[in-house]
């Protein structure tokens, strides 16, 4: 059986109501040779019947009990086929050439493991303007991803290697796994930007990861804790990595301080002792 081009890969929970939206904008690109995996992680809505209304023999629709996003684009990565891995939020949606501008992009640069693109932002039906901090870097970006998840994830097609190198998911995670995904892929591994907007991002509603888990800076900390006990650092990321540790302690410490929570400042102090040179 031959290998498909892209294995593109959606994870869903309860997303009947956007679901259909990202499906059609896969099964409508250009470049046809593709297989869509759609992982649904428990999904406790309609979201069953209305995949297995679509007979697209691309389509590969697995369940999973439900254990979160990094356990379903984990899922969808050990079953995929091809060795280039696109990923695609089940609230967002891909411009038809998507895939058609991507695989021009990998032919012509083939050194590169990681892609990603130009996105459009959507607000409760809003075009949104993204601001300076958001511009998509390429090349050695280890420094951008420092700061910010600074490559959206519907937006990235990734080689299977990469995560052979720097591993899948981290399942333990609730939220930024993508940042924490990026720190550990970036640190060795160039980014190609693609400079066209692919991929049409939908915000605003309430289950998004970030209004669920509002505290996203300790998510962060551990990231970059894991980071700096790795090992894997040469002394200029080490040195980052601490500074931007320092900079996320600093901030969640303040809230603290606030709450009185005396043990949650001595355990940042005690992180930050502990990788201070």
């Not at 593709?34 to 649904?40: A, M, R, V, Y």
């Not at 050439?97 to 959507?122: M, R, S």
Request: aromatic content about 10%.
């Amino acid at each position: 059986m031959k290998v498909p081009d892209f294995s593109i890969i959606i994870p869903t929970f309860n997303r009947a109501l956007f679901l259909n939206t990202a499906i059609d904008s896969v099964l409508n690109q250009t470049h046809t040779d593709f297989e869509l995996i759609i992982i649904d992680d428990g999904s406790l809505d309609n979201t069953r019947s209305l995949v297995e209304s679509c007979h697209d023999t691309r389509l590969n629709y697995i369940i999973t009990e439900h254990k979160g996003v990094s356990s379903a684009r984990n899922t969808g990565i050990k079953n995929a086929k091809s060795d280039w891995l696109c990923f695609l939020d089940s609230d967002d949606k891909f411009r038809k050439d998507k895939l058609a501008i991507t695989y021009d992009a990998i032919q012509n640069n083939p050194d590169y493991k990681i892609f990603h693109t130009e996105e459009i932002w959507y607000m409760n039906g809003k075009l949104l303007d993204q601001k300076k901090i958001h511009k998509k870097p390429s090349g050695h970006v280890f420094p951008n991803a420092l700061k910010i998840c600074c490559i959206g994830m519907s937006t990235s097609t990734i080689h299977r290697s990469a995560f052979d190198e720097a591993g899948l998911f981290d399942e333990s995670m609730q939220a930024c796994e993508d940042y924490d995904l990026w720190l550990r892929m970036t640190l060795t591994m160039p980014v190609f930007l693609i400079k066209e907007a692919l991929t049409i991002k939908q915000g605003g509603h309430k289950d998004q990861l970030s209004r669920t888990y509002p505290a996203m800076d300790r998510f962060r900390i551990y990231s970059l804790d894991k980071l700096l006990s790795s090992g894997k650092l040469d002394k200029s990321q080490y040195n980052l990595a601490y500074q931007e540790l320092e900079h996320r302690c600093n901030i969640v410490s303040k809230g603290a301080v606030k709450r009185g929570n005396l043990d949650e400042i001595e355990e940042y102090k005690q992180m930050l002792g502990k990788y201070r040179n």
